[in-house]
């Protein structure tokens, strides 16, 4: 069965600097998502991405945070200058032409 | 007030027992979804639930949604010790139809089976 993927698994990084957390949706879904989870708390969205541009946005992901689709299969999310509080699980999400939301396994940022 | 809230916050149980969690929400309900979580890891999806007194089961797992009360419940028969984790419910209570809409976590319910 497809399934979302998501490189590295674990990511360790010095304040200030920048991270590329990076995610392969599943080949035939047209929708993709970001959303993290501090560790303890709920789930939340970040950013929907469709048709390459930003469908929706919430207020966490600022001027800080970017997302790509750099060649058609990969699905990136850029945090430019890391700050403590990013440091959390990152999920990315595809879905298809309807409600189903796939999850990948995430990727743990740790800021130092 | 939170736009989904999961009840109870934890829960233990004897390995054998039923058990059921709730999930309410504020806002109409276009697609509810169930997950299981282990602390810490990733998402596995469990149920979507997306009609109005739908009601789906895996293996022991059942889920319903009662769209009249904007509710899912999901029920555990015969709970066993591979069922402990933190269960979360993500409602899609967006405007937007045909896909495309985010969800929305609840705060989720930590499981413990004792033997």
């Known amino acids: 069965e497809p399934e979302v993927t998501q490189t590295p698994s674990h990511q360790v990084t010095q304040m200030g600097q920048e991270v590329i957390l990076r995610c392969v949706p599943i080949?035939?879904?047209?929708?993709f998502y970001w959303y993290r989870q501090i560790l303890g708390q709920k789930v939340e969205f970040l950013v929907s991405f469709y048709n390459n541009e930003i469908s929706e946005k919430s207020e966490i992901f600022d001027d800080q945070f970017s997302v790509e689709r750099p060649d058609g299969s990969n699905f990136t999310l850029k945090i430019r200058s890391t700050k403590l509080e990013d440091s959390a699980m990152y999920f990315c999400?595809?879905?298809?032409?309807?409600?189903?939301?796939?999850f990948g396994p995430g990727t743990r940022l740790t800021v130092l | 007030s939170q736009e989904l809230e999961q009840s109870p916050q934890s829960l233990i149980v004897q390995e054998g027992k039923n058990l059921t969690i709730n999930c309410t929400s504020s806002?109409?309900?276009?697609?509810l979804y169930w997950y299981k979580q282990k602390y810490g890891e990733g998402l596995i999806f469990l149920m979507m639930?997306?009609?109005?007194?739908e009601e789906k089961s895996h293996e022991k797992i059942t889920a319903k949604l009662d769209e009249k009360k904007q509710q899912s419940s999901l029920h555990i028969t015969a709970s066993q010790p591979s069922h402990a984790g933190i269960y979360l419910c993500?409602?899609?209570?967006?405007?937007?139809?045909?896909?495309?809409?985010?969800?929305?976590f609840g705060t989720g319910t930590q499981l413990k089976v004792e033997l």
């Open positions: 806002k109409t309900l276009y697609g």
């Open positions: 080949s035939n879904h047209l929708y």
């Open positions: 639930l997306q009609k109005g007194g």
């Open positions: 999400a595809s879905t298809p032409f309807g409600p189903s939301q796939y």
């Open positions: 993500g409602a899609d209570i967006g405007r937007l139809t045909g896909g495309g809409n985010k969800l929305t």
